[in-house]
């Protein structure tokens, strides 16, 4: 991955960032020492300490991107793009400072591939309908995999009742992996696209997109991985994967919500039509028909979330600085006590126990609903996500209504894992299940 750039100026400060520089100067990461850097984490839930394990769902945030936020508002706010005064012109530097952080943290060949959007869900829908509605037709296909998210399957089924391309869906084994002959069996000369999830945010299996992308190429399909649950657990290099689109939500890396992002090649987003109309996004308007501006501004139709830019840099600074690689190693490290340890509560069975995970776990408790089973959680200040996960055909595979989740960040630790491991045998206690011997 590139370096980050440290000459250009932000609306962000060093709080917090120099908290990640000083623990990644001392070697391993020690989390204790960087949740001082999320305000929320001191606050305590129902008269005890926040134990927070729902970072599949939303991460929180450092006092570095709280404050990035606070002073854009501040100090530089004003709209972008169009004003010739300096206030507008310096929020404009800001906002695009910010597109060139993230095509560093991706590694994007320039920042013209970077198009800011509100999130993952926005970002494939921009795909599906700027590049979809534009290049499939009545017997293309689409290739899912049975481990994606809501966002990347309606997208792709509204596109595909409109242009009469047919979805192919891969399945899932019973560790919760793909089954990748059949993935390869299903590639073939009509396959215009596969659309995958980098990491399941209900199994936390880890694809290997790098190979899916490959075999994707070889018989000529684009190839879109929905990074949501991977970039703020791991190092993501776009041009190194060969991805052609790559998605992402800044509030799931310890970002603002209501910002994300969209890598696209040049060359795709070049060819691709706008998908919304508005200002900013236009070169020449008349009521005989208008034209466009180059990308990435033809798909960043409207006033931006300015705001929320500044602070999606604040927080790959934020990552960058403790380094993703370290992140990695302490969440992996983090992930095989955690498994050990839910897996000694009699009752409980793990859902998805790929040979690659990420720090997701997923799991059901005899006698015990998820939803039942969060309640009781957050009364202890464990705060858990229980449901399907945005993921009813992950839950139909294995024939479960929901699961209980936990996910890991950077800010966890082995007292996390012990408080999750006692509110469950609480929870146990109260249902008359599982029984320790």
């Known amino acids: 991955m590139n370096a980050l750039a440290t000459d250009t100026p932000t609306a962000s400060t060093s709080t917090g960032v120099a908290t990640a520089e000083g623990a990644a100067a001392r070697g391993a990461l020690v989390a204790s020492e960087l949740a ?37 508002y501040r100090e530089s706010n004003a709209n972008i793009h169009r004003g ?6 310096h929020a404009t530097d800001l906002y695009e400072q910010a597109r060139a952080r993230v095509q560093c943290l991706l590694n994007a060949a320039r920042p013209d591939e970077v198009v800011f959007t509100r999130g993952t869900t926005e970002s494939i829908n921009l795909v ?21 998210h809501h966002s990347n399957i309606v997208p ?12 192919k869906v891969v399945p899932l084994t019973e560790r919760g992996e793909l089954q990748l002959d059949v993935y390869e069996s299903l590639l073939g000369p009509r396959t215009r696209l596969v659309s995958v999830v980098h990491v399941s945010n209900a199994l936390g299996t880890v694809n290997p997109v ?33 991805c052609d689109f790559y998605a992402f939500s800044g509030h799931k890396l310890y970002g603002p919500t209501g910002i994300g992002a969209l890598f696209a090649r040049h060359e ?30 033809r798909f960043e139709a409207g ?34 006590h955690a498994t050990e340890a839910v897996q000694r509560i009699p009752g409980l069975r793990l859902i998805g126990t790929a040979r690659d995970k990420a720090g997701i776990l997923s799991f059901v408790v005899d006698g015990i609903h998820p939803h039942d089973l969060g309640t009781i959680l957050d009364a202890e200040g464990v705060a858990i996500r229980a449901g399907h996960h945005c993921a009813m055909p992950v839950m139909t595979r ?28 609480k929870a146990q206690q109260m249902f008359g299940t599982g029984a320790r011997k």
């Open 210 to 242: 790098a190979r899916m992308i490959e075999r994707a190429h070889a018989v000529g399909a684009r190839v879109l991985v929905d990074g949501a649950q991977a970039v703020a657990h791991q190092a993501v290099d776009v041009q190194a994967l060969g």
């Open 156 to 167: 792709w089924q509204l596109i595909c009742e409109q242009t009469g391309a047919v979805l």
């Open 398 to 425: 294995f024939g479960i209504p929901g699961t209980a989740r936990a996910s890991l960040a950077l800010y966890n630790d082995e007292r996390d894992v012990a408080a999750l491991v006692a509110a469950i045998g």
């Open 303 to 336: 006033t931006p979330n300015i705001a929320g830019a500044v602070g999606l840099a604040a927080a790959i600074d934020y990552v960058l600085a403790i380094g993703l690689d370290r992140i990695a190693e302490h969440e992996h490290r983090l992930l095989a």
């Open 84 to 89: 010739v005064h300096w206030l507008s012109q």
């Open 268 to 297: 795709l987003l070049a060819a691709m039509p706008p998908w919304q109309g508005g200002g900013d996004m236009i070169r020449t308007v008349s009521f005989e028909g208008s034209t466009w501006a180059d990308a990435p501004q």
């Open 128 to 148: 599906a309908y700027s590049w979809g509605r534009a290049n499939l037709k009545a017997g293309d296909e689409v290739v899912l995999t049975g481990m994606e």
């Open 36 to 72: 001082r850097d999320f305000p929320i984490l001191a606050r305590p839930v129902r008269g005890k300490r926040l134990v927070y394990l729902d970072n599949g769902a939303t991460t929180q945030k450092p006092d570095a991107v709280i404050e990035a936020e606070r002073l854009f």
